[in-house]
């Protein structure tokens, strides 16, 4: 298997990890109508402020989002191609 197809892997299994992840982080159920209520994980990408006003996208956390699902993604295909082609020499 190709390194490309490796690293593949790796990368669909962190977006699908995260993705779940949060899914299940924004399903939660609200338990205050008029607090700060964050939403996104490891980082908050998005916030609902209640009555008041001023949610709206966190672009920091998106982009620390990605960042992590990037580098998770590496890790795991590393881990992958170790398992499949044995340890490097």
């Known amino acids: 298997m190709s390194q490309r197809k490796i690293y593949g892997i790796g990368l669909v299994t962190s977006l699908c990890v995260f993705g779940v992840a949060n899914l299940l982080h924004f399903l939660r159920p609200v338990t205050c109508y008029d607090c700060f209520?964050?939403?996104?994980?490891?980082?908050?990408?998005?916030?609902?402020?209640?009555?008041?006003?001023?949610a709206g996208l966190?672009?920091?956390?998106?982009?620390?989002?990605?960042?992590?699902?990037?580098?998770?993604?590496?890790?795991?295909?590393?881990?992958?191609?170790v398992f499949i082609k044995g340890r490097p020499k």
Do not use: N
């Open 58 to 81: 966190l672009w920091k956390g998106v982009a620390l989002d990605f960042v992590t699902m990037v580098s998770l993604g590496a890790i795991a295909g590393s881990l992958l191609r």
């Open 37 to 54: 209520f964050p939403y996104g994980l490891p980082f908050t990408f998005f916030r609902e402020e209640g009555f008041a006003g001023g």
